[in-house]
């Protein structure tokens, strides 16, 4: 019995395969902000410049977690205890003690962003970058771009093979190249250091930080097979 003859990897003269490669690109609003929180401290005994930097930590935590369901998520990151040494003499000594704990924030109510990163800004020995504005892994948004990009590779698929007096016949593979959102990029960051905590009778207005919209990108490559063309 004779097998049927494997497909032609390029089609044939009548029926033409047709590579192309379809994309899409969506500016949407961000749905999350993320703040980096260094909280420092220093000190020339070992244990109270671990009692500063704890006391610190627990109060930057305390003002985070008061913006109740606003806040998405609270990380801790790397924690450091670093002696310094002295720069000259014949021995070895401990002249200071740097401590310091990293935080990482996500904020989904961007009504309070701004409040927040300046009461933050505000606390004693605190470092604040941010914000990053993000979408979710799981963002509809994705989605979204993913079957654009196909609906444009069939678009122009279509317009191809109708410049040749062809017509579409299958979809015969459809590679999905690369769906992503932008990577999260600085909008606004806040360095500043005080005496006083962050709840002092004067407070610093709230920054006006505006969201900076993510660009979601997807890109397929697609192929079909279409009728003879009419030449």
């Keep these: ?106 904020i989904a109510d961007f009504t309070v962003l701004g409040e927040l990163t300046t009461r933050l800004g505000d606390a004693e020995l605190t470092t604040v970058n941010g914000p990053r504005w993000a979408l979710r892994p799981d963002s509809p948004v994705h989605r979204e771009a993913r079957q654009e990009a196909v609906r444009q590779a069939v678009r122009r698929a279509r317009e191809y093979a109708e410049a040749v007096g062809a017509s579409l016949v299958a979809l015969v593979e459809l590679a999905d190249l690369e769906a992503e959102g932008a990577a999260m990029s600085p909008a606004a960051s806040v360095t500043h250091r005080s005496r006083s905590g962050y709840g002092g009778a004067e407070q610093a207005p709230a920054l006006d930080l505006e969201p900076e919209r993510q660009t979601v990108y997807a890109h397929v490559n697609a192929r079909f097979t279409m009728t003879r063309p009419e030449l």
């Design 1 to 106: 019995m004779n097998q049927p003859a494997a497909p032609v990897p390029y089609g044939t003269p009548d029926t033409p395969r047709l590579a192309v490669r379809g994309e899409a690109r969506l500016e949407v609003d961000p749905e999350t902000a993320r703040l980096g929180i260094t909280v420092a401290a220093r000190g020339s005994d070992r244990r109270a410049a671990l009692a500063d930097l704890t006391r610190r930590n627990k109060d930057v935590l305390d003002l985070v977690t008061s913006y109740g369901d606003a806040i998405e998520t609270v990380e801790t990151g790397a924690f450091t205890l670093t002696p310094e040494l002295t720069a000259k003499g014949r021995h070895e000594r401990v002249r200071a003690y740097h401590g310091r704990v990293h935080l990482t924030v996500t």
